[in-house]
C-alpha cells in the first residue's frame, strides 16, 4: 500500500501551486509558431473518466517533451459544452443546462490540475457561452452567404402523443419509442438546416492521400464515408411513366439485369402505393433499409433494358436508398451479391454475362460462363452472352456501352451526403434564422448577433419552440411580425472550428485572429478517440477549407498529425458505468498520486493500441517511483567516491545509449519504449550503486538522465528530484538530455552481452554447477569475424570455396571448414556484430553484471589468450564460455 511510500499528496500539490504561479504553461500571444498539442476537448460530464486520462496524459507527455527540447508549445483545454445529456440532467434534477454544465466544467477543472495537466488556461473556452457560439451563428451566416447552406425537406422523428420532434437520443430501443412516453416514433418530413459538405466531396477525399501523419485506418475510413465511385447513368423506360434514370457501376453487366429496382421512397413507388395496397404496406410496414435481408414487392411494371429492348420486371425494394445514386437501380443477380440473395428469394433468374478471364486468353475467344447459381461473380472479366459486345473486357465494355447507349452518359456519386445541422433541442446554439410570413427565413443581421438562448423551459418537446416570448420577433427585412427559428445546431458545428479558437480565444470581433492562426496552424499533433474517425474529423477538415476559401486561412487541412489512442479496458472488457467495471482516476490518484496513474498508462502499451487496467501494475509503478526517490536521496545525502572505471564506463555508456534512444521514442510518441529504457535505466544505477562504490559524476548524470526522461509522464515526481538534485529552475522547463549514439552499436553491444548472461545460465543449470568459482568469456579468433563478414556480404553458390580463397582463413584448415559449414547452414540468418575490439571492450565493461548475477570473478579472454579447444566455440557475438565449479 502507498502508506509506506512517499507522500505524493504533498510532493504533487506543491508543484502544481509552483507551476500555477510561475505560469509555466503559458502561451504569450507573440511567441512564433509554436508547436501545437492538442487533445480533443471532452464532454464535461463532471466526471474524469480513464479514456480522458489517456488521451490527456498522451497529449501532456507529447507537449513537455516539447517545451524541454526547446519548442514555444500551445497546449489548450476547453469543453464542449453543449449536448443532450445536459438537458436530461437538468430535468431530472429540476434545475438548468446552464448551471448544470458549469458545475460539472468545475468539477473537471479540479480533477484535470490534480492530473498535473499543464494547459494554459487563459485559453479556456466553453462552446456553451454567448462569447463562443455567437461565431457558430456569424460562421452559419459566412456559410449562408457562400451559398453553402440549404433548407430542404428531411425525415425528422415524430412522436404522435406529445406532438413533437424528438432527437434521435430520444428514441429508444429497436421498438423506437419516446423516451417520454413510449409512443412509438413516427417519422415526418420537416424543413431542416444543411450543410454542403458534398460541395467538398472530391477535396475531402483526394487531399486524404496528403494526410501522411494519419493513422491509414482513419484515412481509409474517410475514403469510405465519401464513397466516390465512377460509372453510368442511364434511363430505362417504364410504360406510362416515361424514362426513369439509373446509377449502375458495372454498365459491362446490363445484358444481364434480369429486374429492376427502386428505392422505397421514389416518386414512382410513391404514386403506385396510392392505388396498389401491396405496394403501400410493403413500404409502409416491411421496407427496412438497415435489415439483413433484402426485401421488396413486384409492382407488375416493366422496365425497358435500353440495349436489348427486353422487358424486366419492376420491384420496390427497401435496399435501394433514395439518395444514394438516383434512387433507381438495374439489378443483375449474376454480378452483385445483393441483386442476388434478392433474386433467390423472389425466385428471378440469374443470368451471367462476365466470365473470369482464361490465364492464356486470345482475346477473341468467349469464355465459359462462371457458376453463379451460389453466389455472384462480381470481379471483372470478359462479356459473354453480351450479343457485339461479347468477349469484351469489362473496362472496354463500360466505355463502349456509355458512348453507345443513347441515354447514357459517365457519372460520379458518393455516399457523402450533406450535413444536416437541424437539432430539434434546447441546449445548442440558436440557429440565427427569422421566419416571416412574408419573406420567408432571413439571417439574422450581424449586428443583432448573437441570438442567445433563452431561459431554460421544461416541456416535453422542444423547449425554445415553448419560449414564446423568445419566439416572438421582427422581420428585419420588411419589419413585420416573425418568429425565430427554434432549432438548435448539431454540437459538431461547436467542435469543427474550435481549434481555431484557442489562437485567439477572447477576440471580441472575428471567430479567430487570422494573422495568428496563419501562424500557429495548423494543430501540429491532434489526440482522440477511433469514434471521431469520421464525423467530427471529417467536418473539421470541411470547415478548414471553407475558412481557406472565403476567410483567408493560409491552411486547408486542420491537423498535421493524428494519434487514435486505444482504450483502456478492465480484464479484456470495456470500461462501463452499466457494467460497473469502472476503475474511478480520482481513486487512483488518491491512493498513490497522479504520477504513478500516468506512468503506469503510458508503459502499459503503445498508445494505439487498448490495455488492460491492473491493480498490480499500478502498485509496482508506484513502487519503482518510491525507490527512485529513495536512491537520488541516498545520492545527495551521502555522496560517492567511486573510481571512473570500467563499470563506471559501461554505466556512462548506457546513460548515453538511454538517453537517445529515449528520445527517438519520445519523438514517436511510443512513450512506452522511451519509459522502458528509462526504468532499465534506472535498475542499472541501482545495481551499479550495490555492487561499488559510484563515480560520483557519472551516477549523478545518470540520475538527472532519468529524472528528466520521465518527467512528461510524471512531472510531480521528477519536480521533486530534480530539485533534491539541486539544480535550478523547474524541470518542466529544463533542458532535454542529448546523446550522440549509434544506434546499431547499442543494440549489437547490447545483445552479445544478453546472449553471453543467457548462455552462462543455460551453462550452468544444464551442468548443474552449485557455485561457479571462475568464469572465462572468450572472444573468438579475428578470422572467424572475416569469415562472417564475407557470408553476409557473399552471393555465392559456394560459400566455403569463396572463405577457402582467403589465405589467412584457409589456413586455420578443419576449423575453417566447420566454421564456413555453420555459416553456410544459418546463411539467410546470419547478421554482422561488433569487431573483435569492440566485443572485447564492451564484454570488460559488462563483466560486473555477469559477476553480480553469479558471484564469481569473470575474465574476459582474448582468442590469442585462449586454448585453441576453447575457442572451437567462440564466435562472433557469442563468446565461448568456461566456467570453474
Ligand atoms: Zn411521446
Ligand atoms: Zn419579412
Redesign the pocket.
Known amino acids: 500500500m502507498s502508506d509506506a511510500g512517499y507522500d505524493h499528496a504533498t510532493v504533487e500539490r506543491r508543484w502544481q501551486e509552483a507551476w500555477d504561479e510561475a505560469d509555466v504553461y503559458r502561451t504569450p500571444d507573440d511567441v512564433e509558431d509554436p508547436t501545437y498539442v492538442l487533445g480533443m476537448y471532452p464532454y464535461p460530464s463532471g466526471k474524469l473518466h480513464m479514456g480522458h486520462v489517456r488521451n490527456y496524459t498522451i497529449t501532456d507527455a507529447y507537449a513537455r517533451y516539447r517545451r524541454m527540447r526547446g519548442d514555444d508549445v500551445l497546449h489548450p483545454m476547453g469543453w464542449d459544452a453543449f449536448g443532450l445529456p445536459a438537458e436530461n440532467a437538468a430535468k431530472e434534477r429540476d434545475t438548468n443546462p446552464r448551471d448544470w454544465t458549469f458545475d460539472c466544467i468545475e468539477t473537471m477543472t479540479e480533477q484535470m490540475e490534480s492530473m498535473g495537466f499543464g494547459y494554459d488556461w487563459e485559453r479556456e473556452i466553453a462552446t456553451c457561452t454567448p462569447e463562443y457560439y455567437q461565431w457558430n451563428q456569424w460562421l452559419f451566416e459566412r456559410f449562408h452567404e457562400e451559398g453553402l447552406v440549404e433548407r430542404r425537406d428531411a425525415e425528422v422523428n415524430w412522436c404522435p402523443h406529445c406532438e413533437t420532434v424528438l432527437a434521435d437520443e430520444q428514441v429508444e430501443g429497436e421498438a423506437e419509442l419516446c423516451w417520454r412516453c413510449d409512443t412509438p416514433v413516427e417519422q415526418r418530413e420537416l424543413e431542416q438546416w444543411f450543410l454542403k459538405i458534398t460541395e467538398y466531396a472530391d477535396e475531402l477525399l483526394e487531399a486524404i492521400d496528403d494526410l501522411e501523419g494519419w493513422p491509414n485506418s482513419v484515412r481509409q475510413m474517410q475514403r469510405n464515408w465519401i464513397g466516390r465511385q465512377y460509372g453510368t447513368e442511364l434511363d430505362f423506360e417504364i410504360g406510362e411513366y416515361g424514362p426513369v434514370e439509373a446509377f449502375t457501376t458495372r454498365v459491362d453487366t446490363i445484358h444481364g439485369a434480369t429486374f429492376f429496382a427502386l428505392a422505397p421512397d421514389h416518386p414512382i413507388s410513391e404514386e403506385l402505393a396510392e392505388e396498389n395496397g401491396d405496394v403501400r404496406h410493403f413500404i409502409e410496414e416491411e421496407a427496412d433499409p438497415d435489415g439483413d435481408e433484402p426485401n421488396g414487392v413486384e409492382t407488375g411494371l416493366t422496365a425497358t433494358n435500353p440495349v436489348t429492348g427486353e422487358e424486366i420486371p419492376v420491384y420496390v425494394a427497401d435496399f435501394v436508398l433514395s439518395d444514394v445514386g438516383t434512387g433507381a437501380l438495374m439489378a443483375v443477380p449474376a454480378h452483385d451479391e445483393r441483386d442476388h440473395a434478392f433474386a433467390e428469394k423472389k425466385g428471378i433468374e440469374i443470368r451471367p454475362v462476365i466470365a473470369p478471364e482464361p490465364d492464356d486468353w486470345d482475346g477473341k475467344t468467349v469464355p465459359d460462363a462462371p457458376d453463379v447459381s451460389e453466389e455472384a461473380y462480381t470481379d471483372d472479366g470478359v462479356l459473354i452472352d453480351s450479343g457485339e459486345y461479347s468477349s469484351l473486357e469489362s473496362e472496354t465494355a463500360r466505355e463502349r456501352l456509355t458512348e453507345e447507349i443513347e441515354s447514357a452518359e459517365e457519372a460520379t456519386q458518393y455516399q457523402l451526403r450533406d450535413w444536416g445541422i437541424s437539432r430539434q433541442r434546447y441546449w445548442g446554439t440558436p440557429i440565427p434564422v427569422i421566419h ?4 420567408g427565413p ?1 439571417t439574422v443581421p450581424e449586428e443583432d448577433l448573437p441570438v442567445e438562448l433563452p431561459e431554460f423551459i421544461n416541456t416535453t418537446g422542444n423547449p425554445l419552440d415553448a419560449a414564446e416570448e423568445w419566439k416572438q420577433t421582427t ?1 428585419p ?4 411580425e ?1 418568429v425565430r427559428e427554434t432549432d438548435t445546431m448539431d454540437t459538431f458545428v461547436d467542435s469543427s472550428w474550435y481549434f481555431l479558437r484557442y489562437v485567439s480565444p477572447g477576440l471580441e470581433d472575428a471567430p479567430f485572429d487570422l494573422e495568428q492562426a496563419n501562424d500557429w496552424m495548423p494543430v501540429d499533433q491532434y489526440v482522440g478517440g477511433i469514434e471521431h474517425a469520421v464525423m467530427h474529423l471529417l467536418y473539421s477538415r470541411f470547415f478548414t477549407k471553407v475558412l481557406a476559401d472565403h476567410e483567408g486561412l493560409a491552411h486547408r487541412e486542420p491537423f498535421t498529425n493524428l494519434l487514435a489512442q486505444g482504450m483502456v479496458q478492465l480484464e479484456g472488457e470495456k470500461m462501463s458505468k452499466s457494467k460497473g467495471n469502472v476503475v474511478s482516476p480520482q481513486r487512483i490518484v488518491e491512493e498513490y498520486g497522479a504520477d504513478t496513474a500516468r506512468l503506469f498508462m503510458m508503459q502499459a502499451a503503445q498508445p494505439e493500441r487498448d490495455f488492460d487496467w491492473s491493480e498490480e501494475g499500478v502498485q509496482s509503478t508506484y513502487a519503482f517511483l518510491d525507490r527512485l526517490k529513495g536512491m537520488v536521496e541516498q545520492y545527495v545525502t551521502n555522496e560517492p567516491d567511486g573510481d571512473d572505471d570500467a563499470v563506471a564506463s559501461y554505466v556512462d555508456a548506457e546513460i548515453d545509449a538511454t538517453i537517445a534512444i529515449a528520445s527517438d521514442e519520445y519523438d514517436d510518441l511510443t512513450f512506452n519504449k522511451a519509459l522502458r529504457e528509462t526504468q532499465d535505466l534506472t535498475r542499472t544505477l541501482r545495481q551499479y550503486a550495490n555492487h561499488t562504490e559510484p563515480n560520483a559524476e557519472i551516477y549523478e548524470r545518470g540520475l538527472s538522465a532519468v529524472v528528466r526522461l520521465l518527467s512528461p509522464v510524471a512531472p510531480h515526481i521528477a519536480e521533486e528530484l530534480y530539485d533534491e538534485l539541486g539544480s535550478e529552475g523547474f524541470v518542466a522547463e529544463a533542458e532535454w538530455p542529448t546523446a550522440d549514439v549509434d544506434r546499431d552499436y547499442v543494440s549489437k553491444r547490447r545483445r552479445l552481452v544478453a546472449n553471453t548472461r543467457e548462455d552462462i545460465r543455460d551453462i550452468v543449470e544444464v551442468a548443474g554447477i552449485e557455485d561457479p568459482q571462475a568464469i572465462d568469456v572468450v572472444v573468438a579468433p579475428d578470422w572467424k569475424y572475416d569469415a562472417l563478414e564475407i557470408a553476409i556480404e557473399s552471393d555465392a553458390d559456394n560459400l566455403i570455396g569463396e572463405l577457402m580463397g582467403e589465405p589467412h582463413i584457409r589456413e586455420q584448415g578443419d576449423a575453417a571448414a566447420d566454421y564456413g559449414q555453420d555459416l553456410q547452414a544459418e546463411r539467410e540468418a546470419l547478421s554482422m556484430t561488433l569487431g573483435p575490439d569492440d566485443e572485447h571492450a564492451a564484454l570488460e565493461s559488462a563483466a560486473w553484471l555477469i559477476e553480480r548475477e553469479f558471484d564469481a570473478p569473470v575474465r574476459v579472454v582474448r582468442a590469442d589468450e585462449a586454448d585453441d579447444d576453447v575457442l572451437t566455440n567462440a564466435e562472433p557475438g557469442r563468446p565461448a564460455i568456461e566456467i570453474d565449479d
Open positions: 416571416c410570413d412574408n419573406c432571413v422581420c427585412d420588411c419589419g413585420g416573425a
